[in-house]
């Protein structure tokens, strides 16, 4: 089923891990908002732009940061010609056209942000535009809403409030099986059978790690960097430093103990 998946779509390459696919079709399909949490670099922005593809519909895709607004979301007036114009933001154009809007990492927003797709999170499924008199604008057929986090680095700071989670299904993510891995990162980058492989053994020894202090571990994306950089003529070992190990830390003593289990597992 997950290979026949990826050989039949078209677009965006994605290896479903479990049911993602049809939990996301079926929230599409009953008009539900979806919540994607997982961690940094396991695929949740190509998993979108795959069902984006697969329902044939557009993707607007917004990296949320602490200065966002909901005018950033919904959009603003602004100068054209001398005249003033209103501008839709992404989300409102996603309203209006009937496409995907994604929320990347979305505790990064605001509180005062997020709260400002609550009406299209539930089953009112509409924006109401402050900006142009209380506008309220129905989401068009094919709309859907999608956000995502990194449960890793959530605290009391940063966190969905339980008011935004519960208009939303649930979808977890996490680094897919070596095999289905292997089959990703071969894919994706043309390396040989033996690097992928010592790279695949590399990252679930960084997996495993559990006192080293390390906040994020080694991703699908680092590997896919990795298999990038070898196959574009670095040695295997000097691939995973730069691509694996690097992104990882700053610190000299975890960079040692990372770098001893590079050589651990990589011929050189």
């Given at each position: 089923m997950v290979q026949e998946v990826a050989e039949e779509t078209e677009g965006p390459y994605y290896v479903p891990v479990g049911n993602e696919v049809e939990v996301f079709a079926a929230a599409y399909d009953a008009g539900l908002s979806v919540m994607l949490k997982g961690p940094t670099g396991c695929g949740k922005t190509r998993f979108v732009e795959f069902m984006a593809h697969r329902f044939g519909v557009g993707l607007n895709t917004v990296s949320c940061h602490e200065d966002i607004t909901a005018s950033d979301l919904l959009g603003r007036h602004v100068l054209q010609g001398g005249d003033t114009v209103w501008?839709?933001?992404?989300?409102?154009?996603?309203?209006?056209?009937?496409?995907?809007?994604?929320?990347?990492?979305?505790?990064?927003?605001?509180?005062?942000?997020?709260?400002?797709?609550?009406?299209?999170?539930?089953?009112?499924?509409?924006?109401?535009?402050?900006?142009?008199?209380?506008?309220?604008?129905?989401?068009?057929?094919?709309?859907?809403?999608?956000?995502?986090?990194?449960?890793?680095?959530?605290?009391?700071?940063?966190?969905?409030?339980?008011?935004?989670?519960?208009?939303?299904?649930?979808?977890?993510?996490?680094?897919p099986p070596a095999e289905l891995e292997r089959e990703i990162v071969l894919h994706e980058t043309g390396a040989t059978d033996s690097t992928v492989d010592e790279l695949i053994t590399l990252a679930g020894a960084i997996r495993r790690l559990d006192d080293f202090g390390l906040r994020e571990v080694a991703s699908t994306r680092t590997l896919i960097a990795a298999g990038a950089l070898a196959s574009a003529g670095l040695s295997t070992r000097d691939a995973a430093m730069a691509a694996m190990v690097g992104p990882l830390t700053d610190d000299p003593l975890i960079t040692e103990g990372l770098t001893s289990v590079v050589d651990t597992y990589i011929g050189g």
């Open positions: 501008v839709d933001g992404p989300m409102t154009r996603s309203v209006r056209e009937g496409s995907l809007c994604y929320l990347d990492e979305i505790v990064e927003a605001r509180q005062d942000t997020i709260v400002a797709i609550h009406p299209l999170a539930d089953h009112r499924r509409e924006l109401s535009l402050e900006r142009l008199g209380g506008q309220r604008v129905e989401a068009a057929a094919g709309f859907g809403l999608v956000v995502s986090y990194n449960p890793g680095y959530q605290s009391v700071l940063k966190d969905l409030k339980v008011s935004t989670r519960q208009r939303m299904v649930a979808i977890e993510l996490g680094f």
